[in-house]
């Protein structure tokens, strides 16, 4: 079905593998037509409770866009194609199921875009970092510009804009750019954990957590407002009913996403 991308369901955790090794899995447009593809499945099966990105190979996550494609593109190109590749990272960042980047080895350019728009990272300790954008004449165009300095701070984010540099995944741990830093072979492993328990939660209350934590960053939304308005339209679920239930008869809840 894909030719850029893997997928396999485990228990309700989709695995999405970028699987262009030889090309340190670059994004072209097959492989944004795809992830597009595969976020819409995310979205609409009911079997997929959560989901993983990463990479295929030890070297990298995703090390950049693929730049082949960019030679010879007008103004108006450009925009298009940045204007793609942020509404498809926007669709990842406003999934309502939770979806974990495992960043293993080099996430630069495009790929440290698609890693940030993802709702948090686990790092292997060989991830690197980085929006080298500016050694081609470029600037991040997937949201890089937007979601950095949101997740670091402006003063950070912006020396790592102009300087091109990369941030290893210790520094990138200290900056709050990723949740954990774990060995390689544990990387996968660290986020199916990390999943396994959400995936224990009510999904209507995990989506609008999801949601609402996005509005902070939502300059047409008041945060507030829409917490309060998520907040009652749990009380409209047969899964706050369960909860509250189980919790006062003092047994495990069980949800059912309705």
């Given at each position: ?31 944004l037509d795809e992830l597009n593809t595969i976020i819409d499945e995310v979205y609409s099966n009911n079997s997929i409770k959560s989901a993983i990105i990463t ?40 999934s309502p199921k939770p979806i974990i980047a495992a960043v293993n080895g080099f996430a630069l350019g495009g790929g440290c875009e698609l890693a940030m728009a993802c709702h948090f990272r686990i790092a292997s300790d060989n991830a690197k970092f980085g929006q080298p954008e500016v050694n081609l004449g470029l ?120």
């Amino acid at each position: 079905m894909y030719s850029a991308i893997t997928t396999s369901n485990e228990n309700g955790i989709l695995l999405i593998t970028i699987n262009r090794p030889d090309k340190l899995n670059a994004l072209n447009k097959t492989v944004l037509d795809e992830l597009n593809t595969i976020i819409d499945e995310v979205y609409s099966n009911n079997s997929i409770k959560s989901a993983i990105i990463t990479g295929a190979g030890a070297k990298a996550f995703v090390a950049g866009a693929d730049i082949s494609e960019f030679q010879g593109l007008k103004h108006s190109e450009g925009m298009h194609l940045a204007q793609k590749g942020q509404n498809i990272f926007r669709k990842i960042e406003d999934s309502p199921k939770p979806i974990i980047a495992a960043v293993n080895g080099f996430a630069l350019g495009g790929g440290c875009e698609l890693a940030m728009a993802c709702h948090f990272r686990i790092a292997s300790d060989n991830a690197k970092f980085g929006q080298p954008e500016v050694n081609l004449g470029l600037i991040p165009g997937y949201g890089g510009t937007q979601r950095l300095t949101q997740l670091i701070g402006k003063g950070r984010a912006i020396e790592l804009l102009i300087t091109g540099n990369m941030l290893n995944a210790a520094t990138a741990l200290q900056y709050g750019l990723v949740n954990y830093v774990v060995p390689q072979e544990e990387l996968l492993t660290k986020a199916r954990t990390i999943l396994e328990v959400v995936n224990t939660k009510a999904p209507l209350a995990v989506g609008r957590c999801i949601k609402a934590a996005n509005a902070v960053f939502d300059q047409s939304q008041d945060g507030f407002i829409e917490e309060v308005k998520l907040f009652g339209e749990c009380f409209a679920t047969q899964d706050m009913v369960e909860g509250t239930t189980a919790f006062l008869e003092k047994r495990m809840p069980v949800f059912k996403g309705k």
